[in-house]
């Protein structure tokens, strides 16, 4: 366990906290570091996604379908509907855009529920000291993703507005008047308040994923730094074996009574993140 070779709780949450990276970074933004596990982890899940659903869909039958095609194509309908109900203008990118964003975001938050433990003790055996194997409790991923949107909401709006009907949007309200002159002074109000809402967006986007699954994942190392005082303390007092079989009890049930929980938060955080981000494309389509 890397805890007791750390020394203690704080070492334990600490190393685990860790990225696998070029070199530590200098400041709040450094932009030459790179975090290999991100990296890895964020393209093997985009691999495995994108496998996975080419395998179901070359297999795919009128027939009776199996699970996972009975898995797809509800999960391929669900957010179709989603995009049908939201979104009001013409697109093909959107709906595999928000099914794409969903499934991906998932995969992400999906390694959360892997025990903390695992991976990294065989990155360790592999010659890595730190490996972090959730894509999403790392802030330049969420970032990235947000910003992409971002990049797209401002392209549409541009698309579709042109640069006028954009530069008006930001600078005409929410506050309007009659006269011209009194118009002119609100326009630096207007361009400052809709700025701040319309450039939370992507902050928000990956705040929002990135508290959420930090804070998730935070709860399971915390776990299993309980247990494993307990089962240190177990391991002295009723013996190497009692101690041992204690811990492990401890852990698996408090383990699963948050991985339970844990499902529903992972789940709900990728289909927000999906929503949001056809909701913010509509928005960019519609005249208003």
Same mark, same amino acid.
């Given at each position: 366990?890397?805890?007791?070779?750390?020394?203690?709780?704080?070492?334990?949450?600490?190393?685990?906290?860790?990225?696998?990276?070029?070199?530590?970074?200098?400041?709040?933004?450094? =932009?030459?570091?790179?975090?290999?596990?991100?990296?890895?982890?964020?393209? +093997?899940?985009? %691999?495995?996604?994108?496998?996975?659903?080419?395998?179901?869909?070359?297999?795919?039958?009128? &027939?009776?379908?199996?699970?996972?095609?009975?898995?797809?194509?509800?999960?391929?309908?669900?957010?179709?509907?989603?995009?049908?109900?939201?979104?009001?203008?013409?697109?093909?990118?959107?709906?595999?855009?928000? +099914?794409?964003?969903?499934?991906?975001?998932? #995969?992400?938050?999906?390694?959360?529920?892997?025990?903390?433990?695992?991976?990294?003790?065989?990155?360790?055996?592999?010659?890595?000291?730190?490996?972090?194997?959730?894509?999403?409790?790392?802030?330049?991923?969420?970032?990235?993703?947000?910003?992409?949107? =971002?990049?797209? $909401?401002?392209?549409?709006?541009?698309?579709?507005? &042109?640069?006028?009907?954009?530069?008006?949007?930001?600078?005409?309200?929410?506050?309007?008047?009659?006269?011209?002159?009194?118009? %002119?002074?609100?326009?630096?109000?207007?361009?400052? #308040?809709?700025?701040?809402?319309?450039? %939370?967006?992507?902050?928000?986007?990956?705040?929002?994923?990135?508290?959420?699954?930090?804070?998730?994942?935070?709860? !399971? #190392?915390?776990?299993?730094?309980?247990? +494993?005082?307990?089962?240190? @303390?177990?391991?002295?007092?009723?013996?190497?074996?009692?101690?041992?079989?204690?811990?492990?009890?401890?852990?698996?049930? +408090?383990?699963?009574?948050?991985?339970? !929980? /844990?499902?529903?938060?992972?789940? $709900?955080?990728?289909?927000? !993140?999906?929503?949001?981000?056809?909701?913010?494309?509509?928005?960019?389509?519609? /005249? @208003?």
């Amino acid at each position: 366990m890397a805890a007791e070779k750390a020394g203690g709780a704080t070492e334990y949450i600490l190393h685990h906290q860790t990225f696998l990276s070029n070199k530590p970074p200098h400041g709040i933004v450094d =932009f030459t570091v790179i975090n290999y596990d991100t990296v890895f982890f964020s393209v +093997l899940l985009a %691999a495995v996604f994108f496998g996975l659903f080419w395998l179901v869909a070359r297999k795919a039958t009128t &027939g009776v379908p199996g699970l996972l095609q009975n898995i797809i194509e509800w999960i391929v309908e669900k957010v179709d509907e989603q995009v049908r109900d939201t979104f009001h203008g013409t697109s093909r990118l959107i709906a595999p855009l928000a +099914l794409t964003i969903f499934c991906w975001v998932f #995969l992400f938050n999906f390694m959360d529920l892997v025990p903390v433990d695992l991976l990294p003790l065989v990155g360790r055996g592999a010659g890595f000291e730190h490996l972090k194997v959730v894509p999403s409790t790392d802030l330049n991923a969420t970032f990235a993703l947000s910003l992409t949107v =971002f990049i797209l $909401i401002i392209f549409y709006s541009l698309k579709m507005k &042109g640069l006028v009907g954009f530069v008006s949007e930001l600078t005409l309200q929410p506050f309007k008047a009659k006269n011209v002159l009194v118009q %002119a002074v609100l326009v630096p109000v207007n361009f400052i #308040l809709e700025s701040v809402t319309f450039l %939370a967006r992507p902050v928000s986007l990956a705040l929002r994923l990135y508290g959420n699954l930090y804070a998730g994942e935070m709860i !399971f #190392l915390l776990i299993a730094v309980l247990t +494993l005082s307990v089962g240190l @303390h177990s391991l002295t007092t009723f013996g190497g074996v009692v101690g041992t079989v204690f811990k492990i009890i401890g852990e698996f049930g +408090l383990g699963l009574v948050w991985t339970v !929980f /844990h499902i529903l938060i992972i789940t $709900i955080q990728a289909f927000i !993140f999906a929503v949001l981000t056809v909701v913010y494309l509509s928005m960019a389509h519609e /005249h @208003h």
